[in-house]
């Protein structure tokens, strides 16, 4: 199996600072600046400027004034996450009063004006968190099933067998074709979880429930699925299997 390294990286947060007055965006972008996570895009003096500018510039989190001439920040929230991914709204007022309507709402959090550094950093981490959660891979292998596609969860996976230029992806009961190959779907499933096991097998080592050995230096992984299937581990694979089994 091939060695692979993660690099573990904190996505970049984009934000858009809306309010109609000027020392208070130059005042959180000076705070947000001890923040080298955060990117700040865009400002807006208005709402209605923020809502074309939400529609143009793709960000992560929009920090919003509550009372602005026109339209306000809270009426202004429910159309700023019109999109497919919505981003965050925090709201940034100088009257605490406004908190109830900003999670009425479902904005993300809200700050009190003079903005506390301290209270920043904790909305800032918690983007972050939010962030990582939104980046994460989602864990569904697409089969071929009845003529159209289905999404199987890694989970369901119990091992994939080479099948040519595709693969056959084996559930509990079932197999199901992949138009990606074997060594496409090595390089997709988490290492954590699967391992290659020989040039035509990639098994889902939580799916094993026993070990046979099958010569003096070869040996054959029995799985839980509705067969009892066994699969053989090639030599070069064996002692480094060994080792993640604990054998």
């Known amino acids: 199996m091939k060695n692979r390294t993660v690099k573990n990286r904190t996505p970049k947060i984009s934000a858009l600072l809306v309010d109609d007055e000027a020392p208070a965006r130059s005042e959180l972008r000076y705070l947000l600046a001890a923040h080298p996570e955060v990117a700040v895009v865009a400002e807006a003096a208005s709402a209605a400027e923020a809502l074309d500018l939400s529609r143009a510039l793709p960000h992560d989190v929009v920090f919003l004034d509550v009372e602005m001439p026109g339209l306000t920040g809270v009426e202004a929230a429910p159309l700023v996450r019109e999109r497919a991914h919505p981003p965050a709204v925090v709201f940034v007022t100088a009257h605490e009063r406004y908190a109830v309507d900003a999670f009425a709402l479902e904005a993300f959090d809200y700050l009190l004006k003079p903005v ?3 209270r920043l950093a904790r909305v800032i981490e918690r983007l972050q968190e939010r962030s990582i959660e939104s980046a994460a891979p989602v864990e569904k292998l697409p089969v071929v099933a ?3 596609t289905e ?5 369901q996976v119990h091992y994939v067998q080479a099948d040519g230029d595709y693969s056959r992806v ?3 009961d079932r197999s199901y074709l992949c138009t990606a190959s074997l060594g496409e779907l090595e390089e997709r499933l988490p290492p954590g979880r699967f391992a290659r096991i020989h ?3 990639v098994v889902n080592l939580g799916k094993v429930t026993g070990v046979r050995r099958a010569a003096p ?14 699969l053989d581990v090639a030599r070069r694979q064996s002692r480094q299997l060994r080792d993640r089994l604990g054998l």
């Open 199 to 201: 040039r035509s097998y």
């Open 217 to 230: 230096d070869r040996f054959c992984l029995q799985l839980a699925d509705a067969g009892q299937t066994e």
């Open 146 to 148: 009845g003529g159209g």
């Open 116 to 118: 506390d550094p301290d």
């Open 170 to 172: 084996h559930t509990y």
């Open 151 to 155: 999404l199987l969860d890694y989970d």
